[in-house]
């Protein structure tokens, strides 16, 4: 009968990734200033980390194509790392300039999808990364390591979680602190969450702590996907303030889980995050109007019109 | 490590409340002959259970008022249930002339809630359904009993679980076959859900199969908490086409959960309903040009763009 809820953690760690993988997805180009004000909400709120930009290539996303001034910019507050996304040696370089303390790299555990994605196999890609993850050991920055479609492809459909396996543990042997688990196109459902950290956990050994998820809401089964991910110990879990994001292959349906549906379901459970939900609107509010579309949370729709009267 | 995937049922009966709790929530007036097209699609698409009117008030629910009209009209699929709302001894007349062969009853978990909905006390709510029970039994008609704000009340907050106990108790008793616990304001988490179904089954001792769980989805929750609810061994769960219905407390917010997003996730993790999900979503393509709004549900707005992608 009990359904496991024992294992569900006290307290959870809310990655924010609404400033880099949010936004590198949203039409809208936002002005840098706009940029640092929304950082600078999402701190206030208290959230953790803060995933703050990435070191791509400006070219290939211009949404993102002022990291240097947001690093510059950046107002930092203590207890919160911000780390970056670096895509290769040039933007490690890039972010190391730029003062960065704490990195991201990112494959995915399908070929097609990084065939399409960055023009390389995985092992390419994880080879690519050899350099950095040197560089990165060297200066003592840890490194969390992105798995795109890790629950569905959009080129190849399912994925066998033999391949997921290899991969992150490819990753773990090559310095990587966290692994976040991303699905990527939003059709992962709780019995595939299960199978997946069943054999990560179980087969592959990985600890528990070591596992972050990163759920897309495309089909609104996110928070069933964490559920289901809290029931076996997972404690990091992705978000985006806003849903930020959008889902690049389909435009109009929600992209990340929004930071204010998981804070809204966590807090309801007794799950500490430290994070202040309401300060989370704020930072949406301040955002919400240079995006090309209105923000696709459940929560942030029917937040205004009910506080007054649901307590 | 195991979160009770085994309870998990193999089968669901998806109990589809858009017709009647969706349409009733819903600001726009629907045509008669719209209605009947929907319910046709409906039944096409092969749901077992179709709500499809109340015998209210034409004053107080006009979007309604065409009960008889749907009933003479209505296109009986074999194996469909076709049930409908009855607040009193006059609806269930009028409903029993109409040929109705199932009907509905609803009380509250919350006295301010009923005192507010239907200006009675729960007792008196459920006195008043006891003429209705007994001509039910002596017409051998089943009778499904809705208890509204289990998990939350917009006037008192939290419900204790012992006074849900106390009124599905009081239901049952009378001789309701089936209760559908409703979430009517969508602040249901999945720790509470469990909960309130373990008060029930087992203090209560309350057989599983008599238990039906109704969420709304304004928070984003109604999927995580249906989980949760499968988990608990509930197999009957209510959902609306198009997540219809609104909320009342929160106009542009989400209502009751959409047929196709609790459908996505079910079949996603290989429970079978004997439903076919693009013929919800055609039954929903007819009744959305009507609404004063787009539907809420994510897989409808992501549905049209990745079906040609993703197998």
Same sequence: chains 1, 2.
Avoid: W
């Amino acid at each position: 009968m009990q359904p496991a809820m024992s294992r569900i953690p006290r307290a959870v760690r809310v990655v924010e990734v609404g400033p880099r993988d949010g936004l590198q997805n949203e039409q809208a180009v936002i002005p840098t200033a706009q940029k640092l004000e929304f950082l600078r909400l999402l701190s206030e709120a208290g959230l953790p980390v803060i995933e703050a930009t990435s070191f791509v290539s400006p070219r290939a996303i211009p949404q993102l194509s002022d990291a240097e001034a947001v690093m510059a910019g950046l107002e930092r507050f203590p207890h919160i790392d911000y780390p970056v996304l670096v895509p290769n040696m040039k933007g490690m370089q890039r972010a190391l300039k730029a003062g960065v303390r704490s990195i991201a790299v990112f494959t995915a555990a399908s070929e097609s999808f990084t065939q399409h994605n960055i023009n390389a196999t995985i092992a390419e890609s994880l080879a690519n990364f050899q350099p950095v993850l040197a560089l990165a050991r060297q200066e003592g920055i840890p490194v969390r390591g992105y798995i795109s479609t890790v629950f569905g492809c959009p080129y190849e459909g399912k994925i066998a979680v033999e391949k997921v396996l290899e991969v992150a543990q490819a990753l773990l042997d090559m310095g990587v602190s966290e692994l976040s688990l991303g699905d990527t196109i939003g059709v992962a459902n709780p019995q595939q969450v299960y199978e997946v950290l069943d054999v990560l956990l179980e087969t592959g050994g990985i600890p528990v702590e070591r596992l972050a998820v990163h759920f897309h809401d495309t089909r609104g089964t996110a928070l069933a996907n964490v559920l289901l991910a809290l029931q076996m110990g997972i404690s990091t879990i992705d978000a985006a303030a806003g849903g930020l994001g959008g889902c690049p292959y389909a435009p109009g349906a929600a992209g990340n889980l929004a930071t204010e549906d998981l804070l809204c379901m966590l807090h309801g459970m007794s799950i500490s995050t430290g994070v202040e939900l309401e300060k989370v609107i704020a930072a949406i509010d301040c955002i919400a109007p240079r995006l090309t579309h209105p923000p696709t949370s459940k929560y942030y729709l029917s937040a205004c019109q009910t506080s007054t009267i649901i307590s």
